[in-house]
């Protein structure tokens, strides 16, 4: 299993919440480290390195959007957020923290472990004879290998999964692709997810990217990146 090995960072200072993921962690193959506050959890991802961490908004001294942040500054680590209240939703992703995904409590432990799995998928390079590929799409230039976005020449910064869903729909111009499908290619999931997940993104992307942004919604299906007058491939 893909998971053997692999050790998880659970920041949750509910101890019968961070009980019942950590077991059903482990059942799943994996090591798992816990933290029950936001600056212990920064300091044990540090120390561990874990593969991933599952980290509550929600802490008893700094929340957990500090606390992503501060995990940013010094390491790419996938980062799976849990919250309360349905309406936090569009902090997590909105707010340039850098989360991966997030599953909102009570939540069934079968799906958080669905999650970090797919979560973890994602995380490891697939691409590698992508790369050195970049695109170049009206005043949207991304490069693959480097993770960088320009707009007329200047750089933007979009948290992990806004790149990588920009990458996939320039990356399949004139198709369109369902939220499933983005579900599935961004995030791993090979099932019916909270499709919310990629509209969040997609309004972020549209935001950082202003005018230049080539994302088209398809009303009743998905997205699809509108035809500039200048489009440039190169490999």
Partial sequence: MASQG????????????ASFVKLYLEKAGFAVERAATGAEGVARQREAE????????????IDGLE????IRQTSDVP???LTA????????????????????????????????????????????EAQTKQIKHGDVEIDVGRREVLVSGTEVQLAPKEFDLLWELLDHRGLV?????????VWGYTFAGDTRTVDVHVRQLRRKLG?????????GVGYKVASPRDTAVQA
């Fill in 79 to 81: 980062i799976l957020m």
């Fill in 177 to 185: 692709l369902t939220r499933d499908q983005l579900l599935e290619r």
């Fill in 85 to 128: 209240r349905d309406e936090d939703v569009d902090k997590i992703i909105g707010l340039e923290v850098g989360a991966d995904d997030y599953l909102t409590k009570p939540f069934n432990p079968r799906e958080l472990v669905a999650r970090v799995k797919s979560v973890l998928r994602r995380s490891v390079p697939e691409r590698r």
């Fill in 50 to 61: 874990p593969a991933l961490v599952v980290l509550d908004l929600n802490l008893p001294d």
């Fill in 211 to 219: 005018e230049a942004s080539p994302i088209v919604t398809v009303w």
């Fill in 67 to 70: 606390v992503c942040r501060r």
């Fill in 6 to 17: 692999q050790t998880v960072l659970v920041v949750e200072d509910e101890t019968s919440i």
